[in-house]
């Protein structure tokens, strides 16, 4: 037995060890395998082997220590466990023997996590359930989870959606306080808050949208005069109708955008008020933030001004219907259209002809890239994709859009607040591949600076339609920063302007109604509660988590439908190339599925300055936007990931062989 000096001894040295130990904060990272690596906020990654990666979690905060394993290599050793990011999941129930777990969907968790008996809450075999952790694994490796919630089970109807909503941990109904709110308000709100604003209600304003549509927040007219056109455009005006921080005001903050999920949308406001009392609803009297703007006869820009207006939109049109009578074609519905609002849309689409020529002479055009609309069933399970035709009435609307979004951001430019959206184009970690590429395949671009937003739009024109060994323009396009939300005005390079912002979708983001508020504060003094850094940062990630939600959802419905697809070959074209394989999207239908270059004959390479695969002895190649034809070859379950055979492909000219894979 030790004396009271060796003891005393054994503490002092325990202590110097803990005093001299080195570790290092950082944040772990989950792989697909069951090691991890702790991300150090020094900078670097610091490998953690299994047994200490079942000590935590994916997004964990922790202290480690690093050891020596071998010459040369080191692995963490987790220390201390700082704070744990991870509270709720989704999964699926399994029993096995006496033992109740949950298997985490989650990526990042491979590993079953048990559920002691008083947190089951009767969830039965394969449920998909919505948990949280009951008890960190830190101690022991061997962490518990509790059931909150009871998803359902696989094959229900509208399964998918609510796995999804409780997956990105999305409200699918309304707190009290914002329930009791929406159904406070009513017409007779909108009569007191007409005090003060213009009366524009004899003006023939018309909204142009789908037929569906019910969240109506944008109506136009237009007017010639000697230089060009007067183009009004009326945006539904929420902010009128929420006091600011109310509980309506903090939960579209919370929500941060509508998410048009197929077949069931998730909005950003109660229907109450999204739908009905700010929708600009035919033959209502509705709210208005009003964007009068000058468009000169060559498409620019002149003066602009904003209004407070009361509007009642004279129709409710489709985009069939103002596309054929853009197009000269009569029918009854067209024929019964007011005078008034028949040359408004003639004006329009003049104007918006011109807008169009000028964007595409000093900024740039997106592509219309093929869109589909999915239709469900009855088990909210798709049952046809068809073909979503964008014509001209479509982009008359996106260039009155625009035009006003553009007046917004000159306008907050000028101010001490704003609320912007800023794309920086190329990825600055692609920069050293994108000048091998260029100066490779398009030399008399070399000199080009691509960070300036002169250079990036000369780079972006003249790859469009450049005759080149490779597809430079959708190998650039594959290497596009994110756009993001700033307070101070900054180039949006993607659209080649100077600066841009939001505010023509009030009811369905809140960036959008935000600019509201910054402009009506500015110009009419009227309240507001200005958003932190902080809070920036939180709209920003929860925009990002809503389009994260949309594409889990579509893909877990389109994984499903692909299973209908039959062996059949189908054309399509490669939208993505990657070290394992390639990416194939479908003509069709737009179906996406991946063909592994394990399914091929030989090894191949893949170029990252030309994003291509290399057969590694003929020279075989795929590239983007090559033609190919495939076939179906399952789904992978665990990624939902459709699965394609190749049957054939186009010969690209350097390659040496076209034959089948």
Request: charged residues 25%.
């Amino acid at each position: 037995m030790l004396n009271a000096d060796a003891l005393s001894q054994l503490r002092q040295l325990k202590s110097d060890i803990k005093d001299n130990k080195v570790v290092f904060p950082g944040t772990v990272k989950a792989t697909n395998g069951r090691f991890g690596f702790v991300a150090l906020d020094e900078g670097r990654d610091v490998f953690l082997p299994p047994e200490e990666m079942q000590k935590v979690l994916p997004g964990d905060r922790v202290n480690v220590t690093e050891q020596e394993v071998e010459k040369g290599k080191t692995q963490g050793v987790v220390d201390e466990l700082l704070e744990t990011r991870l509270n709720t999941f989704v999964g699926r129930y399994l029993v096995k023997g006496k033992g109740h777990f949950v298997v985490p969907e989650t990526p990042g968790i491979n590993r079953w996590i048990f559920i002691p008996p008083k947190e089951r809450m009767n969830a039965q075999q394969d449920d998909y359930i919505y948990c949280q952790i009951h008890k960190h694994p830190i101690k022991d490796g061997k962490g518990q989870a509790k059931v909150l919630r009871v998803i359902g089970k696989a094959g229900e109807p509208g399964i998918e959606r609510s796995f999804t909503l409780a997956t990105f941990d999305l409200a699918d109904t309304w707190p009290d306080a914002v329930r009791t709110q929406a159904d406070s308000l009513g017409e007779s709100d909108i009569e007191s808050r007409e005090a003060g604003r213009e009366d524009r209600t004899d003006r023939p304003y018309v909204t142009i949208d789908s037929p569906g549509t019910q969240d109506m927040d944008d109506a136009l007219l237009a007017e010639p005069n000697a230089t060009g056109w007067t183009l009004s455009i009326a945006i539904a005006d929420p902010t009128a109708m929420i006091d600011t921080d109310s509980p309506a005001e903090q939960e579209a903050f919370n929500r941060a955008t509508a998410i048009y999920f197929p077949g069931e949308p998730l909005p950003m406001l109660p229907d109450s008020i999204s739908t009905r009392l700010c929708s600009l609803m035919p033959e209502a009297k509705r709210l208005a933030l009003v964007c009068d703007l000058q468009v000169n006869n060559d498409g620019s820009l002149g003066d602009y001004s904003f209004h407070q207006a009361v509007i009642q939109s004279k129709g409710k049109l489709s985009y069939e219907l103002v596309s054929n009578l853009i197009e000269g074609r009569e029918d009854d519905e067209i024929k019964a259209l007011p005078d008034a609002v028949a040359n408004s849309l003639d004006q329009l689409h003049q104007a918006a002809t011109a807008l169009r020529k000028w964007r595409s002479e000093h900024a740039l055009l997106s592509g219309d890239r093929p869109e589909f609309r999915l239709r469900l069933d009855e088990n909210k399970r798709i049952r046809l994709i068809e073909p979503s035709v964008q014509n001209e009435a479509h982009r008359l609307v996106e260039e009155c859009m625009v035009a006003a979004n553009r007046c917004a951001a000159d306008f907050l430019t000028n101010q001490s607040a704003g609320l912007f959206i800023q794309h920086p184009g190329l990825r600055d970690d692609r920069a050293d591949n994108i000048r091998a590429l260029i100066d490779s395949h398009a030399p008399h671009l070399s000199g080009v600076d691509a960070h300036q937003a002169e250079g990036f739009r000369k780079l972006m024109k003249e790859t469009d339609s450049l005759e080149a060994e490779v597809p430079v323009k959708a190998i650039l396009s594959r290497q596009l920063a994110r756009a993001e939300l700033s307070f101070r005005p900054a180039p949006h390079q993607g659209m080649g302007l100077d600066a841009y912002t939001t505010f023509t979708s009030p009811l369905r983001k809140f960036s959008d109604f935000y600019v509201h508020r910054l402009i009506k504060s500015a110009l009419w003094d009227t309240p507001m509660k200005a958003l932190t850094e902080d809070q920036l940062e939180a709209l920003q990630a929860a925009q990002i988590r809503a389009r994260q939600a949309a594409n889990s959802l579509e893909t877990w419905l389109k994984s499903d439908f692909a299973k209908t697809l039959g062996e059949e070959p189908m054309s399509g074209v490669i939208s993505r190339t990657v070290p394992a394989g390639f990416f194939v999207r479908l003509d069709a239908n737009g179906l996406e599925g991946f063909v592994s270059c394990k399914d091929l004959d030989g090894k191949y390479s893949f170029d990252p300055v030309t994003l291509r695969l290399i057969h590694n002895k003929n020279g075989r190649i795929f590239q983007l936007e090559q033609p190919v034809t495939v076939s179906f070859a399952g789904v992978d379950e665990e990624r939902r990931q459709i699965n394609f055979k190749l049957v054939e492909a186009q010969e690209i000219p350097t390659g040496a062989s076209s034959d089948d894979g």
